[in-house]
C-alpha cells in the first residue's frame, strides 16, 4: 500500500524526506553502527533513513529489512522498468515520497538501564534534535508476572528497581522524563508502550534488541501496534554484546556450534575495526521546558518490587549498590588491581574477582562494550596478544557471547530443550529430597554446601563454585540439569538465561561444546584444592568451624562416628565414586539407544 500523503505545509523539521522500513531479525546485519527506522506503510528501505537521525555518531547497528511484499503492477510501470513507450500513456511527474515528521522520542528502556553507551538512548536523543523543540522521553514497565514466568529471582529484580530509581535521578538531571507502566501480565506489555508512545506524541520509538524468543515475540508485537499508529517509526540497536549476532557466521553463513572459532573470530573483529568499542556518549539534555510539560512524571516516585519486603535490603545495597557510578567503581577498581591476576585468581573461592562486576554487566547497568574497552586499554590496546589475565577476562565475556549466540541461532534451547538432542532420552533421578538437601546446602559434602549456602544468602557464589554445586547435582545426584538451571535462575542476582543455560548443559554433557560425559569433579578433592586452609567453608558452614584444615574437608571419613555426631552436621547423601559410575553408565546406555 503506498503512503499516505501528507497535508500541504506540514513540518519536516528540515529533514529530506524518506520512507519508514521494516526491520528483520534474520536479515544480515550491516557494520555500520547505525539504527535503523521501521515502518508498516512502507516496503522497501530508504538507503539513508538511519544516517540522517545520526550522523555524527554510530549508536547502534542496522538491522536488515525483509523483501517488499507481492503488489500488482500496472503496464505503464512495465514498460518504464523497460524503457518502452506506451501508447496515449500520460507525461506524469514522480511523487515526492512523504516527509519525516519528528515529534517527541520515546527510548524504552529494558534490560539496558544505564545512560553511557546505550546505543538505543543516543540514537533517540540524536533524532529528538530533529524536531523543533521537542523531548525525549523515557520509558520503563514494570511486568513482573513476565519476570515470574522467566524465573527472575527477587534479588535481582530488587536490584533492577534500584538502579531504575538511580537512573530516574541521572534523567531528572537532563529534563529527561521517566514514565514508569506497570503490566498486569506479559501481555499487557504491548497496549503500555502503545500507549506512552500516544500519550506523549512521539514520532520515534526506540529500545536494545532482545534475542531470547519470548522477547523477540514481545517486541514484534509492540512493533506491530506501533507502525499501526500514524507517523510512528520504530528503532531497534543490536547494543547487548559487543559484536552484532548476525555479524558472527562463519565461512558457510552458518551459526558457530564451537567456541574456539567463535572466540577467534570475534577477537579478530575487535582487534581489527575498533568502532565495535567505539562507546556512545550520554544524551543531551531537554530543553527546561519539559519539566512543565510532564510535571506529573519528573513528580511521580520510582517503583519498588514487591519482593523488596523479604529481602534485607540493607545488606543488598551493601553487597550491590546501585547505580552506574558504582558499577564504574567496581570496574576500575578490578582493573586496577585485579585484572591481570585474573586468570589466576578466576577459580578462587576466595576472591571474588569480575563476580562484583557481572550483576552490572548482567542487568545492562555496565555494557559489555565498557568492559572490553577498559580491558584493552589496560593491555596496550591490544584484545588477542598480552597480558594473560586480559586475555582470560576478556574471553570470560566471549563466553557469554557465544551462549547469547547458541540461544538466538538454535531457539530450541529457550524452550526446555538440550542442545544436543540424544540426550534428552537420559534416565534422571526423580528423588526430591536429595534436590532439597542440595538446595539448601545439606549434602554432607562441605564446599557444596557453603556454596549453596552463600547462593541462598546473597544471590551469588565463586566461578569454580558455580561449576562444583552443577556438576555435583547433574552426575552425582543424576538429577536433570533443567532442575538446577531453574533453581539458579530463581536465585542469581546476576542471573543471565543465556549464559546460564549454556553453563549448565555444559556441565551436564547436553550443550553445545560441553564437557566429556566421563569427567566430573570429586568435591573432597576440589575443596582441598581450591579452599586448601578451609575458609571458605567455614565462613558459609560455621558448624565445621571447631575442625582442623585437613578434616574440614570431609568430616564424615576424618572423624569418628562420636565425633561426627556432635558437630549436627549431615553425612554425605551419596557416595561420589558409585555415584560417577551410576551417571557414566546411563549415559552409555543412552548413546547406545541412540
Not at 449 to 464: E, F, H, I, K, Y
Not at 567 to 581: F, G, N, Q, S
Amino acid at each position: 500500500m503506498p503512503p499516505k500523503k501528507r497535508p500541504a505545509g506540514e513540518d519536516t523539521n528540515g529533514e529530506e524526506p524518506k520512507k519508514r522500513v521494516a526491520i528483520s531479525t534474520a536479515s544480515k546485519t550491516a557494520s555500520s553502527g547505525t539504527a535503523a527506522s521501521t515502518s508498516s506503510a512502507a516496503a522497501k528501505p530508504a538507503a539513508k533513513s538511519a544516517a540522517t537521525a545520526t550522523a555524527t555518531s554510530k549508536p547502534g547497528t542496522v538491522r536488515g529489512t525483509p523483501k517488499p511484499g507481492i503488489r500488482k503492477v500496472s503496464a505503464a510501470a512495465l514498460a518504464n522498468r523497460a524503457k518502452l513507450p506506451v501508447a496515449g500513456a500520460p507525461s506524469v511527474k514522480k511523487e515526492a515520497p512523504p516527509p519525516v515528521i519528528t515529534k517527541n522520542t520515546l527510548m524504552w528502556f529494558r534490560n539496558d538501564l544505564r545512560l553511557q553507551d546505550n546505543k538505543a538512548l543516543h540514537a533517540a536523543s540524536q533524532r529528538v534534535k530533529l524536531g523543533d523543540k521537542k523531548c525525549l522521553i523515557a520509558l520503563y514497565v514494570v511486568s513482573e508476572a513476565e519476570w515470574a514466568g522467566h524465573d527472575e529471582a527477587p534479588v535481582k529484580i530488587d536490584f533492577w528497581m534500584r538502579n531504575l530509581a538511580t537512573l530516574k535521578r541521572s534523567l531528572d538531571n537532563l529534563n529527561i522524563p521517566l514514565i514508569v507502566k506497570r503490566a498486569p501480565s506479559g501481555l499487557d506489555v504491548v497496549r503500555l508502550v502503545e500507549s506512552a508512545a500516544k500519550d506523549v506524541d512521539a514520532s520515534h520509538v526506540f529500545w536494545n534488541a532482545e534475542y531470547l524468543v519470548d522477547e523477540k515475540k514481545r517486541d514484534k508485537a509492540v512493533r506491530k501496534a506501533l507502525l499501526q499508529l500514524p507517523g510512528v517509526y520504530v528503532e531497534e540497536c543490536d547494543d547487548q554484546g559487543v559484536v552484532p549476532p548476525e555479524e558472527m557466521k562463519n565461512k558457510t553463513g552458518e551459526a558457530y556450534t564451537s567456541f574456539p572459532p567463535f572466540n577467534n573470530t570475534w577477537c579478530t573483529l575487535v582487534e581489527t575495526d575498533r568502532h565495535y568499542l567505539e562507546l556512545a556518549p550520554v544524551p543531551e539534555a531537554n530543553p527546561l521546558e519539559a519539566r512543565q510539560l510532564y510535571a506529573e512524571y519528573f513528580n511521580a516516585d520510582a517503583p519498588s518490587s514487591s519482593h523488596s519486603k523479604s529481602l534485607n535490603r540493607d545488606e543488598m545495597e551493601q553487597l550491590y549498590p546501585a547505580g552506574e557510578e558504582a558499577a564504574h567503581e567496581r570496574l576500575d577498581t578490578f582493573v586496577r588491581e585485579k585484572l591481570k591476576s585474573y586468570h589466576i585468581t578466576r577459580d578462587s573461592v576466595l576472591d571474588e574477582g569480575s563476580l562484583s562486576l557481572i550483576p552490572y554487566l548482567s542487568s545492562g547497568i555496565l555494557s559489555a562494550r565498557q568492559c572490553v574497552a577498559a580491558a584493552r586499554s589496560a593491555n596496550n590496546n591490544k584484545i588477542i596478544i598480552g597480558n594473560e589475565g586480559v586475555k582470560a577476562f576478556i574471553k570470560d565475556i566471549v563466553w557469554r557471547e557465544f551462549y547469547r549466540h547458541i540461544a538466538l541461532f538454535f531457539p530450541k534451547v529457550c524452550k526446555y530443550h538440550s542442545f544436543k538432542h540424544i540426550t534428552e532420552n537420559i534416565r534422571w533421578s526423580h528423588d526430591d529430597r536429595k534436590f532439597q538437601m542440595w538446595c539448601q546446602g545439606k549434602t554432607g559434602y562441605p564446599l557444596i554446601d557453603a556454596g549453596m549456602r552463600q547462593l541462598n544468602a546473597t544471590g551469588s557464589m565463586p566461578n569454580r563454585v558455580r561449576t562444583l554445586v552443577a556438576c555435583f547435582l547433574i552426575k552425582d545426584l543424576l538429577m536433570n540439569w533443567q532442575k538446577g538451571e531453574k533453581f539458579f535462575m530463581q536465585k542469581l542476582i546476576d542471573g543471565d538465561f543465556a549464559f546460564n543455560n549454556g553453563s549448565w548443559q555444559w556441565c551436564a554433557s547436553t550443550g553445545v561444546e560441553s564437557q566429556p560425559y566421563f569427567r566430573s569433579f570429586n568435591p573432597v578433592q576440589q575443596s582441598q584444592k581450591y579452599d586448601p586452609n578451609g575458609d571458605y567453608i567455614r565462613h558459609w558452614v560455621p558448624e565445621l568451624n571447631p575442625l582442623s584444615d585437613k578434616q574440614i574437608h570431609d568430616p564424615y571419613h576424618a572423624l569418628s562416628a562420636k565425633e561426627f555426631g556432635k558437630l549436627a552436621y549431615p553425612k554425605p547423601i551419596v557416595d561420589h565414586v558409585e555415584a560417577k559410575r551410576k551417571f557414566v553408565d546411563e549415559y552409555k546406555r543412552m548413546l547406545m539407544q541412540n
